[in-house]
């Protein structure tokens, strides 16, 4: 539609790229043409310089805010393979038609009938399809020339190294940062953990091999699982791989992942900065600290709250191995040992399982707590006595005059007020008088299973264990202990289980010592 506010979207894949024949210039002017032609309000011109594949590009990110805010109505370039390619494409057009700006191109026209969307479609599984050819036979010559004892030139070296020779194909041992190599493998081999050892060399001041002003646990990671320093130089050990779930937003877009060692490529060997057995025991020493998906120690998942900030604790490693409930909003950070939660949970549940007399003491408790103060004998008494009442008010103001019904019908509007009160008071002790039948149902189920689980309490697994946990609806919450939150990590832990919606939370507390971890 003419006089629409239009904004010119122009992307290469490389530098080199923007220069030639159809480099951003060429598509600028391709598409400020087709903008004038359809009469649209030409507002600016976006370029990117990054691949087509790619979901994160400063260009759209600045784009999608400004549609986001309404600021223009069509999104023009000169060819679909600009805004992107495969799925990357779908994802940004439907992110940009969801907030009302439509996307257009100055070469291609596709109608919105199933024809146009189908050709649409297939425009661009062609343009991912030319991109995994050109991608596949790079890589076929990248392997090639690896295969043939080359190696691709450029690029940064391994920390420890430099590149020996102009070409930089080939590595040398670099005589300042080598030996922190070597100190790192023999900090590891000792057992110390990574976060450790980064925080030695910061404090060291000893340069990142990115520049960086701090070391990270994930960099001392990377180098220690790097062959090279043992003299084995190998290529192709890693590969790119697409989120898990495809998000325009997302900060990184592709991850690298470590290759199977059957898929590495064996190159001639560097001097190596370790030896062997220095490096075996650097990874013997080293444990990773990933998440923890072993079902025996996880049964409490997403059931501890810290007592302080009332957020969920998540669960870790500690540098013994140990598994840690861990708050980090709190400042300090506090934790406790994961055995020693699970230990004091199990033990409320069994008391719960093998006393459930006190599950039927709680309800009994609540129940005369909540009772109404009127009983329903009492309240439909007093509710027919209103409404005999409102009766007579209404007789009596029939046989007066209007001047004399004043008093009377300030009666009847106090009564009529007085009759809706006892009417919700009624529907209020219905509804829970129904609830306590329910909840007394509920009870008699719940201590019929208490009794069955019972019988074979010590046997059940870890698995089976959050079933009891969801039954008894079981949470544990944590505060740290004043004073202790430095020495011995002493924690106050409170396990309360509400096994029936009215019943009030059945709760064992307890002061228990995690040590660090």
Not at 379 to 390: I, M, Q, S
């Amino acid at each position: 539609m003419a006089g629409e506010r239009c904004v010119i979207y122009v992307r290469v894949s490389t530098g080199r790229q923007a220069t030639d024949g159809r480099g951003l210039d060429a598509q600028a002017m391709v598409c400020q043409t087709a903008a004038e032609a359809r009469g649209y309000l030409i507002l600016g011109v976006v370029q990117d310089v990054m691949s087509g594949a790619a979901w994160q590009r400063p260009g759209v990110e600045a784009l999608l805010e400004q549609a986001e805010r309404r600021e223009f109505d069509v999104l023009l370039a000169d060819v679909l393979d600009r805004l992107g390619r495969g799925t990357a494409y779908h994802m940004l057009a439907g992110a940009f038609e969801a907030v009302g700006v439509r996307v257009e191109f100055a070469e291609q026209s596709f109608s919105n009938d199933d024809t146009g969307i189908f050709m649409r479609d297939v425009t661009a599984a062609v343009g991912a399809k030319e991109r995994a050819d050109i991608l596949r036979r790079t890589m076929g010559g990248k392997r090639k020339r690896l295969a043939d004892g080359g190696r691709m030139p450029g690029g940064r070296p391994a920390f420890g190294y430099r590149w020996d020779g102009k070409k930089k194909w080939s590595l040398a041992p670099d005589d300042e940062t080598s030996l922190f190599v070597q100190r790192i493998f023999a900090w590891a081999a000792e057992g110390v953990s990574t976060t450790e050892i980064a925080r030695r060399l910061t404090e060291a001041e000893v340069p990142t091999p990115t520049a960086r002003p701090a070391w990270r646990y994930s960099v001392i990671r990377c180098l220690l699982r790097n062959p090279v320093y043992k003299g084995e130089n190998r290529a192709n050990r890693y590969e790119m791989v697409d989120a898990k779930v495809p998000n325009p937003r997302a900060k990184k877009h592709r991850y690298p992942r470590l290759r199977p060692e059957e898929e590495h490529l064996l190159l001639p060997p560097v001097p190596a900065l370790v030896p062997a057995d220095l490096w075996e025991a650097a990874q013997a020493g080293y444990r990773p600290r990933g998440p923890v998906r072993t079902p025996e120690a996880t049964t409490l998942r997403g059931r501890v709250q810290c007592g302080q900030c009332t957020g969920r604790m998540g669960i870790n490693r500690g540098r013994t191995g140990r598994v840690l409930y861990r708050c980090c909003r709190c400042q300090p950070r506090h934790s406790v040992l994961g055995e020693v939660v699970d230990a004091a949970a199990w033990d409320a549940a069994r008391a719960l399982i093998l006393r459930p007399e006190r599950i039927r003491a709680e309800v009994d408790r609540q129940r005369a707590i909540e009772h109404t103060p009127l009983p329903e004998q009492a309240l439909r008494r007093k509710l027919a006595d209103v409404n005999r009442f409102a009766a007579n008010n209404a007789i009596a103001l029939s046989r007066l005059d209007p001047d004399a019904q004043t008093p009377l019908l300030a009666e009847a509007k106090r009564l009529a007020a007085l009759k809706r009160e006892l009417q919700e008071a009624h529907r209020q002790l219905s509804a829970e008088h129904d609830t306590w039948a329910a909840a007394e149902q509920r009870l008699l189920t719940l201590l019929d299973w208490c009794a069955l689980v019972a019988e074979r309490l010590d046997m059940l697994s870890a698995d089976e264990r959050p079933l009891v946990y969801d039954t008894l609806d079981l949470h544990v919450r944590v505060w740290p202990i004043p004073g202790r939150i430095t020495k011995g990590h002493g924690s106050r832990v409170v396990v309360e289980a509400a096994p029936l919606t009215h019943a009030g939370a059945i709760s064992q507390a307890s002061s228990l010592t995690s040590v660090t971890a």
